[in-house]
């Protein structure tokens, strides 16, 4: 098909944002959008004005991924909560503020319906929508411009937006010219849209952590077990930005992430990442999802060859995670108990993030041929009154104690593997702060493992 057909599709299917919602069936049943920097501002609007409005006969499910407070927002609003059932696989954050308000409007407002959090492991989450569900009415998300043969690109939103976009009987774009085209399977044709909109509007920025000490002592541990030619895996947080930056003495490193953030963008820049060594997707770095602080390195990933784009179900599965040997995998958690079980993703019962890829690259990692998984935190709660090294756990499991190996605080960093239960208890009592060391001894002697 020649270009200005290309061009002359795309003005067919191009409207305004309200009538693009106005194409939905009236009793649409399972709605879905593209995640951070994937989710459409405009389109989030002009649905939300929808559903107060009750443009729709039923309740809709809607899955909405991990995305910003602008974006948030627009569903704090009690007619809303009240037409639509919101299925979250990620509190955290601005999602989190969102259900805790919608728990608060209840109290006045019975009908409205609570945001439900859904425990899936990313690499499988799309696997249960589709099990669950079935396939989506309509996926809406956001693209980069169409090229001149006439392909949207995903962008920095591989995650869960491409398997979805593949499965959604429909399917509503929102062109951004400041997404970046990025490499990898996430193209969709002019011709597989349904509707188009153009909207300009900034990417999501995330605040820069503060580092303290101990995220400087911590990554100092966790950065030399990471030797050259190793393919890295950095989670969220002060301390993997810490060891990010730690790794500019190292060699030809190589990526494989779930989340690409700003220190990984600083070590391609400085030349420490060539992504030579790996033996999957060699010469790229492969993410589902980017997400920075600075936003110059969007425009950096703009047409950038090197970028690979994969959804979660490529990127976070163990399986190909460990087939780049030297894997890396570097995490923060919330709690460990003394026989090594961690949460990462509740404080006393309470949810407040979500599984994420945490286990996906523990075990990817661990299974990777000189493949290291690193769980670190601080040793106490801010304050330095709790100590995240208790005798048993007080939070939902998300790693383990089988899975996990190597555990650092500001205190040390040992590895698990191999050891007994008696061993594990006399290993993690040393991660602890000093003040709260002979409490644990006491309390892993009533265990009958000290």
Request: proline fraction near 6%; charged fraction near 20%; include cysteine.
């Amino acid at each position: 098909m020649p270009a200005e057909n290309y061009d002359q599709l795309y003005q067919q299917k191009l409207t305004s944002a309200d009538e693009a919602i106005k194409t939905l069936a009236r009793d649409t049943k399972l709605i879905t959008f593209g995640c951070y920097c994937g989710t459409p501002p405009r389109l989030t609007r002009a649905f939300c004005e929808a559903a107060a409005a009750e443009y729709f006969t039923g309740t809709p499910d809607v899955y909405l991924l991990r995305s910003g407070k602008e974006i948030v927002d627009q569903y704090i609003n009690v007619e809303v909560l009240k037409r639509i059932r919101l299925l979250c696989p990620f509190l955290g954050g601005s999602v989190r503020q969102l259900a805790d308000r919608a728990q608060e409007m209840s109290e006045s407002h019975p009908e409205l319906i609570i945001p439900h959090y859904l425990p899936e492991h990313f690499s499988l989450y799309v696997r249960g929508v589709l099990a669950r569900r079935g396939k989506p009415d309509v996926h809406l998300f956001q693209v980069s411009p169409m090229d001149e043969h006439g392909y949207f690109s995903f962008g920095v939103d591989g995650s869960m937006s491409i398997p979805l976009a593949f499965a959604a009987e429909k399917l509503i774009v929102e062109v951004n010219p400041n997404m970046p085209r990025t490499f990898g399977p996430g193209v969709i044709h002019v011709s597989q849209v349904s509707t188009i909109i153009e909207h300009t509007s900034d990417l999501t920025v995330v605040p820069q952590k503060t580092e303290s000490p101990e995220d400087e002592m911590i990554a100092d541990f966790v950065a030399a077990l990471v030797p050259d030619y190793a393919c890295v895996q950095l989670g969220v947080g002060a301390v993997p930005n810490e060891v990010g930056k730690r790794l500019k003495t190292k060699n030809d490193l190589g990526v494989h992430t779930e989340v690409l953030g700003d220190t990984m963008i600083e070590l391609i820049q400085a030349g420490n990442i060539s992504n030579r060594h790996k033996q999957l997707d060699v010469g790229h770095s492969v993410f589902n999802v980017a997400l920075f602080s600075n936003p110059d390195y969007y425009a950096f990933m703009d047409n950038n060859p090197t970028m690979a784009c994969h959804p979660a179900h490529y990127v976070n599965n163990p399986h190909i995670i460990a087939q780049n040997d030297r894997m890396v995998s570097v995490n923060s958690f919330v709690e460990i108990d003394l026989f090594g079980q961690v949460a990462s993703e509740s404080v006393n019962w309470r949810q407040i993030s979500g599984s994420g890829g945490q286990l996906d690259f523990v075990r990817g990692a661990f299974r990777s041929k000189e493949g290291v998984a690193v769980l670190a935190a601080h040793s106490t709660t801010k304050n330095g009154n709790i100590s995240k090294i208790v005798p048993r756990l007080q939070n939902i499991v998300t790693t383990p104690r089988n899975d996990v190996s190597y555990v650092a605080t500001e205190y040390g960093c040992t590895n698990l593997f191999g050891m007994s239960t008696s061993e594990r208890a006399h290993a993690l009592i040393e991660l602890a702060a000093p003040q709260f060391r002979d409490e644990l001894r006491e309390e892993a002697k009533k265990l009958t493992i000290y």
